[in-house]
């Protein structure tokens, strides 16, 4: 443990002194935080069964939003015991250590609220900003940081900007673990915008534009990242470098796996495991009672099971589970900036995308400018392969709001019911969850589509008296993402 105090140190700046002679006067910031506990213990005195549904909402709002504001100002304190060298002075060797002995924080969380702080009162300024105001949390604040940590080299300080603008619009709606994919989709579009010599915006003046420096990626002028004759560039960087798999043993006889995949790398294996990870009811149809990580684990072995014994993956929906990648049509023309999607949502590079796109074991969904798959519709009851993969292209997963169950967990419903003349097609039918499915029938949600064709769903009029259509999130293609040059 760590001193708390530096007894031959007053307060910064040579404060004021009063009181008896030698004691310093209390700063007026632990003032204001003595007050906030003082409030909190109001907060914590009970009496919340008596706050009509409105308010106890609002209560519940407020505590998000000051939980932000206060991590905001432990920011900013933890940036300033950074550059007074508090922890060396308090017998510390640094300030993650500091907080690590003073307040029992595991290691990764003690470096990351220190390196965050730093970030978000330099290079992530915006982002502090608007944790300061309560408009973000913590948890989205990290992952803005951690974006902007690795957003390709190249890239200028108005692509920066607009990066960090966009993530901030999206934590709005998205949350932290869906925004990591938006980032992700970010940083390869800005790996594929063309800044050098030959690529770019064909109608910009580059005579006076400083070309100089190394690109680490292909661009719209040269999708596929081949050199070209006369092309002083190197090679596009090859995606499938970052994967790495470890297996250690330890003392107790258990194996400890580790290891990171690309974004088609982990789609394959996400593809191959996620049906066999699905909860699976016991007699008398009791919940599952295993873990989600469990439940992965239990399907990688089964899944190894499966090709050691030369058996077949179980079906999806009628169809052998297998990889997508959805994109616009400008994409397969070579004509669009936003990348290729695998079904998880993670952007695709343009090298791996050219080379599946060669592979008749891939299954290609080319979506209209909306994002909405183009009409394969059937007229029959059991839906057809070719309407469940448009479904999953468009729907994602489970349409209900907030609900993130992946598209291989849900069943298709029709909007219009079969034995009404409803008929199988892209227009009438919706994913949903097992759950939601009995949901939407027995308390009186309605299904409709906005006017790009996607659906929205209407709650029962004890929910919201207007009944004004909600739709998921989770469920929509990733808004596009565009740079200047």
Not at 310 to 339: C, R, Y
Not at 447 to 469: E, K, N, T
Request: hydrophobic share 35%.
């Amino acid at each position: 443990m760590f001193l708390d105090e530096d007894p031959g140190a007053g307060l910064a700046g040579g404060a004021a002194v009063g009181g008896p002679v030698g004691e310093p006067r209390k700063h007026p910031l632990l003032t204001a935080l003595e007050t906030i506990e003082a409030e909190l213990d109001g907060l914590l005195a009970g009496g919340h069964w008596q706050l009509p549904d409105g308010q106890l909402a609002d209560l519940l709002h407020g505590f998000h939003r000051v939980g932000a504001r206060v991590a905001a100002a432990r920011g900013v304190a933890l940036v300033e015991a950074s550059d007074r060298g508090l922890a060396a002075r308090l017998g510390a060797p640094d300030l993650p250590a500091w907080l690590i002995g003073q307040h029992a924080l595991a290691p990764r969380e003690a470096r990351r609220l220190v390196r965050v702080a730093r970030e978000l009162s330099g290079t992530c300024q915006v982002t502090g900003q608007a944790l300061a105001t309560g408009t973000i949390d913590l948890d989205h604040a990290r992952v803005i940081c951690e974006a902007m940590r690795v957003l390709p080299p190249q890239t200028s300080d108005e692509q920066r900007a607009r990066a960090e603008a966009m993530l901030l619009e999206f934590a709005a709606t998205y949350n932290p673990y869906d925004l990591v994919k938006m980032a992700a989709g970010i940083c390869e579009s800005l790996t594929m915008t063309d800044i050098s010599p030959g690529g770019g915006d064909p109608h910009a003046d580059s005579g006076g534009a400083d070309n100089s420096g190394d690109r680490t990626g292909g661009g719209v002028g040269d999708p596929d990242g081949r050199d070209r004759p006369g092309d002083n560039r190197g090679p596009a960087p090859d995606p499938t470098a970052i994967r790495r798999f470890t297996i250690t043993d330890t003392p107790s006889g258990t194996s400890l796996l580790n290891g990171e995949l690309d974004a088609e790398g982990a789609a394959m294996l996400r593809t191959a495991i996620d049906n066999l990870a699905a909860p699976r009811p016991g007699e008398n149809d009791t919940p599952d009672p295993r873990s989600p990580a469990r439940r992965r684990a239990d399907a990688l072995l089964e899944l190894i099971d499966h090709a050691l014994t030369a058996q077949t993956v179980p079906t999806s929906g009628g169809t052998h589970p297998h990889v997508s990648v959805i994109m616009t049509w400008e994409m397969l023309l070579d004509a669009g900036i936003n990348p290729a999607e695998t079904s998880w949502g993670l952007p695709l590079p343009r090298a791996a995308l050219n080379r599946i796109l060669c592979d008749c074991e891939i299954t290609r969904i080319v979506l209209d400018p909306h994002g909405v798959p183009l009409d394969v519709g059937r007229t029959t009851r059991t839906i057809p392969p070719q309407i469940r993969k448009a479904l999953i292209a468009r729907d994602r997963g489970c349409v209900f709001p907030a609900c993130d169950r992946p598209a291989s967990w849900c069943a298709a419903h029709h909007v219009i019911e079969w034995w009404q003349d409803g008929t199988t097609s892209l227009d009438n039918l919706v994913l949903v969850c097992g759950e939601h499915h009995r949901r939407i029938h027995s308390e009186g949600w309605d299904v409709s589509f906005d006017g790009h064709g996607r659906p929205q769903l209407h709650p029962p009029a004890y929910i919201d008296p207007q009944r004004r259509p909600r739709q998921n999130p989770h469920c929509h293609r990733n808004p596009t993402i565009t740079f200047p040059p």
